[in-house]
């Protein structure tokens, strides 16, 4: 299993759906009603606040009943330099194909 920050993913996951689960509770809403606002089946909702499993365009559609869009819309954004020596030591040709393993 992939370790990111000594986190496993379940536990990055179910992260991810109690903070949703505090921001539901923040605008007094139901998980009835943030299902039905967000187009997610209320048995997906629960299920994701439980285990925190969901597929990604239902987690969009929750982020923007949430407002939180541009939170989601920055994952995997391209990365900023802080220094013109960073961008010279990560200054490598980039494949356009992943590797065959």
């Known amino acids: 299993m992939i370790q990111l920050n000594a986190r496993s993913v379940p536990e990055i996951c179910t992260s991810v759906a109690l903070r949703v ?3 539901r509770l923040e605008l007094n809403l139901t998980q009835q009603g943030m299902a039905l606002r967000s187009g997610v089946n209320i048995e997906t909702y629960r299920k ?3 285990t925190g499993e969901i597929a990604f365009v239902a987690l969009v559609k929750i982020a923007l009943v949430l407002d939180a869009l541009d939170e989601v819309d920055r994952l995997f954004a391209e990365r900023k ?3 013109i020596d960073e961008i010279i030591e990560g200054k490598q040709p980039r494949r356009k194909r992943g590797k065959n393993t």
């Open 48 to 50: 994701f606040e439980r």
């Open 21 to 23: 689960k505090q921001r």
């Open 81 to 83: 330099y802080q220094s």
